[in-house]
């Protein structure tokens, strides 16, 4: 009976948790803007004027020599053990799940 009591206090604390994480979602209404007599103009420095723009990058203008990581570099022999690893780091937590999950029965 101790252990329906303490399964019940955690559903209700689950509830409980749910319900305040969910209500942050909820729509309010807007809050009344405080205005001013004066309007504030901002500049833009985002070197939209005078800027010379780039050259649009082609084939042709690309340098030969390019930014890549050491696995960008590797070959694909050498990607497929990454691969399979993460792979496996995604896919055996669940696997572990469903053993303990089933082996509990």
């Not at 070197?47 to 082609?58: I, N, T």
């Not at 570099?73 to 990454?82: L, Q, S």
């Amino acid at each position: 009976m101790k252990t329906f009591s303490h399964a019940m206090n955690l559903l209700l604390a689950a509830i409980l948790l749910l319900a305040v994480s969910t209500s942050a979602f909820s729509v309010s209404k807007p809050q009344a803007q405080v205005g001013s007599r004066f309007a504030v103009r901002t500049r833009v420095n985002m070197g939209f004027l005078g800027d010379k723009e780039r050259d649009v990058l082609s084939r042709d203008n690309e340098p030969e020599e390019y930014f890549a990581t050491n696995l960008d570099k590797a070959t694909d022999e050498e990607k497929i053990p990454i691969a399979i690893a993460g792979l496996a780091f995604i896919s055996l937590p669940f696997i572990l799940g469903l053993i303990v999950l089933y082996g509990n029965k």
